[in-house]
């Protein structure tokens, strides 16, 4: 974790819920949105190479964490969530989003000039799971099996090793990964529901980085670039021997490809 000073702040979404995010660093703002089975404390090994460059906003996605949740789930929510969080830092900001967290960022770019560049890591713009994948979370969740529900996910999801997973296991954000379980599942469902329509994105004209893994399962490379054809503004850099999670298995790497996209046009 970092020395800096973390501060807890909040952002009411459109629908009432507060969505909270952790501020901390002194530089221009990056949101940074977390993926499915995580909180915002998944970015703290990251923080003391970002904190010097930029303010960091580390949301908490609804269900989780420090932030409340509603009645209806929806990545339509999801979206005006982070329009709320991009407002409450004071745009224009960057942003930042992996996997279901980055599918969640372009589409409340559709929704706010506030966003002055994107990152996008593999977002999931198609359904990436077997038949009958979700049901099996549903299950293990209704059992209380928490900790295989994350395990199902980021093992035969995500693709990560057992190695990796052992690595994830031994972290701090694991414990919020574990108690944000049952929020796999909704998210999962709301891949699932799903249609990518090219058309809808040619308003979104910030330049967006997109990254993918050249180890990653093919479907997420495949998602990656077919959001990458529908972007006005979009370069795609492949992360040589990496996969779906390259901020904690070579996290220079990942920190020089979105410093480096991020601090381009700044003197």
């Known amino acids: 974790m970092s020395d800096s000073q973390v501060v807890v702040e909040y952002a009411i979404s459109r629908d009432g819920t507060p969505i909270g995010f952790r ?43 420090a932030s409340g949740d509603g009645p209806d789930y929806s ?49 999931a713009v198609r359904d990436l799971a077997p038949p009958g994948f979700t049901d099996r979370l549903e299950e293990l969740a209704r059992a209380g099996r928490r900790e295989d529900v994350v395990t199902m996910l980021l093992r035969d999801l995500a693709g990560l090793t057992e190695k990796q997973l052992t690595e994830v296991r031994a972290l701090p954000s694991w414990a919020g990964r574990v108690a944000a379980a049952h929020t796999v599942a909704r998210e999962q469902r709301a891949e699932e529901g799903y249609r990518f329509q090219p058309a809808r994105f040619a308003g ?48 220079d790497l990942f920190l020089r490809e979105v410093l480096g996209f991020l601090q381009a046009d700044r003197v």
């Open 23 to 65: 501020r901390s660093g002194h530089g221009p703002g990056l949101v940074l949105v977390h993926g499915t089975s995580a909180d915002a404390s998944r970015w703290d090994p990251l923080l003391p190479r970002l904190e010097p460059a930029v303010t960091v906003y580390a949301v908490d996605r609804r269900g989780r964490g």
């Open 75 to 123: 990545l339509a929510a999801e979206a005006d969530d982070l329009v709320a969080v991009i407002e409450a830092a004071g745009a224009p900001v960057d942003v930042l989003g992996h996997s279901y967290g980055a599918l969640c960022a372009v589409e409340a770019a559709r929704l706010t000039t506030g966003i002055r560049r994107l990152v996008l890591y593999e977002p």
């Open 204 to 251: 979104v004209k910030v330049p967006t980085l997109m990254l993918t893994g050249t180890e990653s399962p093919p479907e997420m490379q495949e998602s990656t670039s077919l959001l990458a054809s529908a972007l006005p503004d979009v370069r795609v850099r492949r992360l040589a021997g990496q996969g779906h999670a390259a901020m904690q298995t070579a996290p």
